[in-house]
């Protein structure tokens, strides 16, 4: 007789299994048959456990939410604020819950904007602690600013393979964060143009249309 105990085991093991084989190939090109294989039970064990792969899939999004945001899951013990980073810190454990972030992201789901709304806080956050403390220089639209440290933080979740491909190593890896912590800091410290010609003239070209909507809506 199956005890409670393994009940739980085994619905570990299937999120697990899950969750590793979403990251790699999709949820459409994941059978049960095939997350059933690797979690060692039967595809009818998983029906029992979760119902169909649609309800499986929230279950693991749930799962990776709590994971990265969660401060009572015990999977990374760190504040809510550096979870993502003690995670990305230790890719060899969390690779797969990294790789499914990336997954979830770049679709369309409770969990994931629930997710990413959570980043987004943390980042303004952020911002906003070093903004009171003198770290930061003026914005022009610090909401925006907000949103592109977001997408530079994920851009490496998001585009895992390709980055690791054009660089010749997994950029979330030790060697890889070594190596885009400088470039990183020199970007946001200093940006890459020795002049403000473009800046300068991006804002007379803003500054000329809003000028030309002000009048064409007051004819």
């Known amino acids: 007789m199956r005890s409670a105990s393994d009940d739980l085991t085994a619905r570990a093991r299937i999120r697990d299994a899950a969750i590793r084989a979403f990251a790699e190939h999709g949820f459409d090109a994941t059978s049960l048959r095939t997350i059933a294989a690797d979690a060692g039970v039967s595809a009818a064990l998983i029906v029992h456990h979760f119902g169909d792969k649609n309800a499986l899939r929230a279950a693991c999004d749930d799962y990776v939410v709590a ?11 760190a504040p809510t604020a550096d979870r993502i980073r003690a995670a990305l810190n230790d890719v060899e454990r969390y690779g797969p819950y990294v790789d499914y972030l990336g997954r979830m992201l770049a679709e369309s789901s409770p969990a994931a904007d629930r997710l990413f709304d959570s980043i987004v806080q943390l980042t303004r956050d952020v911002l906003e602690e070093q903004r009171n403390a003198g770290l930061l220089v003026e914005m022009s639209d610090p909401e925006m600013t907000v949103m592109l440290m977001v997408m530079l933080g994920l851009a ?9 491909r054009s660089l010749g190593h997994d950029q979330l890896s030790t060697a890889g964060m ?8 020199e ?3 200093h940006g890459i143009y020795s002049s403000s010609a473009f800046l300068d003239g991006a804002r007379q070209a803003i500054a000329s249309t809003q000028d030309e909507s002000t009048e064409g809506g007051t004819e």
């Open 67 to 77: 994971v990265f945001i969660d401060d009572k899951h015990e999977l990374i013990e």
């Open 156 to 164: 490496p979740v998001m585009m895992r393979t390709q980055v690791s």
């Open 178 to 185: 070594l190596r885009s912590t400088l470039p990183t800091l």
């Open 187 to 189: 970007l946001l410290t």
